[in-house]
């Protein structure tokens, strides 16, 4: 399976630097190995950006979605609407969507439900923050997180979800030199998920489901992090806003 790499851009760039850093990163990323590439814009790009990945391997992917599939829901982006746009994945349950704008466990699983009927691929995030972590909860807190997440969602079904493990205190919030999640701590925390995986439906499954890492992944660290075993990618914030250091890590990917 190859990695996967996905650039998160949040809340950033306009229509114009968002073309200039598409033409750019598909210049240097042209035979530059056979990891799986994945943007995810905000909304306003998406369809600007779907024009530029024609004939690309680039995919495309939204930060979120609403699970209904239209309705009185001022503000939200559905389902139908990112399909429509050309969206293949979308980021579901992130730590900034958790913690600032309340989103919880039940809502994530009925988001996740509703992109995988729609033919999404939900980028699923989990993972402890701080003060979970020096409590010694972090593994109590994921497995909740996976086991609520992934209510009613069956065994054929998770081969579509990619698990992001994001622990919230190695994500930079725009801070390039933010400490991430040393390969050890990170790989420990994978291995972890993927025996919930395992018991939550079978070892194969778990084996074939792809996990990939978050929280201040850069060149500097992608070669090591993305060297172990249970790490299948990585979700880039900060260092995939400019089209070299993300090609970078893609690089790593190998
Ligand atoms: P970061 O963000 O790479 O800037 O730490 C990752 C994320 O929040 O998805």
Redesign the pocket.
């Known amino acids: 399976m190859p990695k996967l790499i996905a650039a998160?851009w949040?809340m950033n760039k306009t229509i114009k630097e968002s073309i200039s850093f598409i033409e750019e990163f598909k210049k240097i990323t042209k035979n530059i190995g056979n990891a799986e590439i994945v943007v995810c814009p905000p909304f306003t790009l998406l369809h600007e950006i779907k024009k530029l990945l024609k004939n690309s391997d680039i995919k495309l992917g939204a930060q979120n979605m609403h699970f209904e599939d239209a309705g009185a829901y001022t503000g939200e982006i559905s389902p139908l609407m990112l399909k429509e746009i050309g969206c293949e994945y979308v980021?579901l349950g992130?730590?900034?969507r958790r913690e600032i704008f309340n989103e919880d466990d039940f809502l994530i699983n009925k988001k996740t439900i509703s992109a995988l009927n729609h033919g999404l691929k939900p980028i699923l995030?989990i993972g402890e923050n701080l003060e979970q972590r020096k409590n010694a909860k972090t593994e109590e807190v994921i497995e909740n997180q996976l086991r609520n997440c992934l209510k009613n969602i069956d065994k054929n079904q998770i081969a579509e979800i990619t698990i992001?493990y994001?622990p919230v205190w190695?994500?930079?919030?725009?801070d390039p030199n933010?400490r991430?999640a040393t390969k050890e701590d990170a790989e420990e925390g994978h291995q972890f998920i993927r025996n919930i995986v395992a018991a939550l439906y079978d070892e194969n499954t778990a084996e074939k489901t792809r996990i990939i890492y978050?929280?201040?992944?850069?060149p500097e660290n992608a070669k090591e992090l993305l060297a172990m075993p249970n790490i299948d990618g990585g979700?880039?914030?900060?260092?995939?806003l400019k089209a070299e250091s993300f090609a970078e890590i893609v690089r790593a990917a190998k």
């Open positions: 998160n949040k980021i992130h730590s900034e995030c992001a994001e190695a994500i930079s919030r725009g933010h991430a978050g929280g201040s992944m850069k979700l880039v914030g900060n260092a995939s």
